[in-house]
């Protein structure tokens, strides 16, 4: 009785770090770039039932634990902005930023502005690792589906301040989310690769457009209805053990 006590809680706790992961998906639907959550279960330690001596052992599962929170990289939808500050990537790969203090971090929210200075930084202000500066005389930048970004000027002429490069993983399922839709590299995900938009299987830059969040709701809700559903089944195992429980506690021999 108390091995199934304990195997269907480990069952709710394991289930409810799910249901907040989906919870987390569905509150972040209309998050730009956001990449949903997922949870990997892995299973308790099994106990050997039977010895040496008898012909045929089984094992037998001790319940459930979450092992962590993963992210699933695939992109989602291009939406138009009509901001030519906004840049989205269609494809892999990741803008890279520099944090406060030095560190480089990746993001694919690409809705930039500009700084005092003229600098591309994200929304948080963190600045645009390719540095590309805007000359305070320029009306906008037109970018290029490669990276290269032109300082557009009001005699019709353009000059090019920069190229923006994207950042790739060989294992970004592994990366480390922080805040605000940035990442940082582990040692399970690899150093940063760094390559042209549209070359060594990363994606290409689109002025003007913004990446939604990869999250379908329809999915998220059948996977929380699972999840509650699964929930319920552990509870219901620990009411029908209690209740033996009593029973035999109730037993007079």
Do not use: C
């Amino acid at each position: 009785m108390i091995e199934a006590l304990y195997i269907a809680a480990t069952g709710m706790h394991a289930e409810a770090s799910q249901i907040d992961a989906i919870s987390n998906n569905m509150a972040n639907l209309n998050t730009p770039a956001y990449k949903r959550q997922g949870v990997s279960f892995e299973s308790l330690m099994y106990q050997i039932q039977g010895n040496s001596s008898t012909v045929s052992t089984q094992s037998k599962g001790m319940g459930a634990v979450a092992d962590k929170i993963v992210r699933f990289f695939e992109p989602g939808d291009i939406r138009a902005s009509e901001n030519w500050l906004d840049v989205a990537i269609s494809g892999k790969g990741f803008f890279e930023v520099e944090l406060p203090n030095g560190a480089l971090a990746y993001t694919r929210v690409g809705n930039f502005e500009l700084d005092e200075n003229g600098f591309l930084t994200t929304k948080e202000g963190y600045m645009l690792a390719d540095r590309i500066q805007v000359p305070p005389n320029s009306g906008e930048v037109r970018v290029t589906e490669r990276g290269d970004a032109y300082a557009l000027f009001a005699d019709n002429t353009e000059e090019l301040i920069g190229s923006i490069s994207l950042a790739g993983f060989i294992a970004e399922q592994d990366l480390n989310a922080i805040s605000g839709g940035l990442f940082v590299a582990t040692d399970a995900s690899g150093n940063a690769f760094y390559s042209e938009p549209g070359t060594d299987g990363l994606g290409m830059v689109r002025q003007g457009y913004i990446e939604t969040s990869n999250v379908d709701l329809v999915e998220e809700m059948l996977s929380l209805t699972m999840a509650q559903r699964a929930y319920e089944g552990n509870s219901q195992v620990i009411r029908a053990a209690d209740e033996m429980m009593r029973i035999n506690n109730s037993l007079r021999i």
